[in-house]
């Protein structure tokens, strides 16, 4: 390209997609003055950007960008940590969010300054309408990801569509590399359709999947090297997740020790930087593609940083995974969010807690 052609396609870029006011080319301007036009520019954007919406910022300064939204309470799965084995009463469907009411939700959360949403389910890929969600989401002004969260048994099939519609990101579910640990722990067989989707999803290009596994002392905790094995040809993002302490499960406090085990497995792990708000503290293994991380919500708790929501599929608010109760949605949004705690209660609180089976919180 010429030095005028380089201009002018600098100048076209900088007028597309911002408010600033910018001159037309001039013939024979210089690249330098392109580059003081695009200073100028952003000059201007730090001077005129509009403050983050007070109605998604809490009493503590915390501004919440991300968004995650249950679609459903359902799940073609059994997971021994998630759902008790006898079973939960599900919300009756007449109670539930309709997909025009989360659509609508979803807009309202974007103009006021959500720029992340991740879909939940229990299983969001039995939702009948996920790919039309996606779709339409991703029309929204402003929202820059959206990502879904599934067992993975029917994204191998849906994830052509899904990737037209506009899904940015994704995270599976994999507690185990062993299929008959596999069918225990979730009390079905479709190990293959998870791996099929495991694999699949690292064809168009979602760098990286993420994979998260909780890990459950005396029933996983030696696949750590599997799992390191399965990231060194992948570009896996492999995330062990710390148990938690809800209703249909069980939990003490040495599932705590999750961390100091792995150091001692992989010494020669290397930290990588993290975002403010990131809730995974990562690290690369030599050599490998992708890379592992350990979210610790309990030990090493990230609520002084937390800009997240969540909707659950009954149209309830939650502004904390581990609150005691919810708030209704569509008469008190803004209040929940105000009143939200500056982190959430200390561990031994949260282990007496009577909360909800994970299953009807969404994830």
């Not at 979803?106 to 939702?127: H, S, T, Y």
Request: proline share 5%; aromatic share 8%; charged share 25%.
């Amino acid at each position: 390209l010429c030095r005028d052609q380089a201009s002018r396609m600098l100048r076209r870029l900088l007028s597309c997609s911002s408010r600033v006011p910018v001159m037309p080319p001039r013939p024979g301007e210089s690249l330098q003055a392109a580059s003081q036009e695009l200073s100028r520019r952003r000059q201007f954007s730090r001077e005129h950007e509009a403050p983050f919406s007070a109605f998604l910022t809490d009493s503590f300064g915390r501004q919440h960008s991300y968004l995650r939204i249950s679609l459903l309470e359902k799940c073609n799965l059994r997971c021994q940590y998630c759902m008790p084995e006898e079973g939960v009463p599900l919300t009756p469907k007449a109670n539930l969010l309709t997909t025009k009411e989360i659509l609508t939700l979803a807009w309202l959360f974007v103009k006021e300054g959500v720029e992340k949403i991740w879909l939940m389910g229990r299983e969001p890929l039995i939702q009948p309408d996920e790919v039309d969600i996606v779709a339409q989401l991703q029309r929204l002004e402003g929202l820059r990801t959206i990502g879904v969260t599934t067992n993975g048994i029917s994204l191998a099939r849906l994830l052509p569509q899904l990737q037209r519609a506009g899904l940015s990101a994704i995270n599976i579910s994999l507690d185990t590399l062993v299929p008959a640990k596999f069918e225990f722990i979730v009390r079905r067989k479709a190990f293959h359709k998870v791996m099929e989707g495991i694999h699949k999803a690292n064809e168009p290009g979602y760098n990286p999947v993420k994979v998260n596994c909780v890990m459950t002392r005396g029933l996983n905790e030696d696949e750590l090297l599997d799992f390191a094995a399965l990231i060194k040809g992948l570009p896996l993002d492999v995330a062990f997740i710390e148990y938690m302490p809800f209703d249909g499960n069980k939990w003490n406090f040495k599932k705590m020790e999750m961390l100091e085990t792995v150091w001692q497995l992989w010494p020669e792990l290397e930290k990588l930087s993290e975002e403010e708000s990131r809730t995974a503290k990562a690290f690369k293994i030599p050599g490998f593609q992708g890379q592992i991380s350990f979210i610790m919500s309990m030990s090493e708790h990230f609520c002084g940083t937390c800009n997240r929501l969540q909707i659950t599929a009954d149209g309830n608010l939650k502004v904390c995974l581990f609150g005691n109760s919810e708030q209704e949605l569509l008469r008190i949004i803004g209040a929940a969010v105000g009143r939200k705690k500056q982190q959430h209660a200390g561990m031994f609180s949260i282990s007496q807690m009577k909360n909800w089976p994970m299953i009807l919180i969404g994830g």
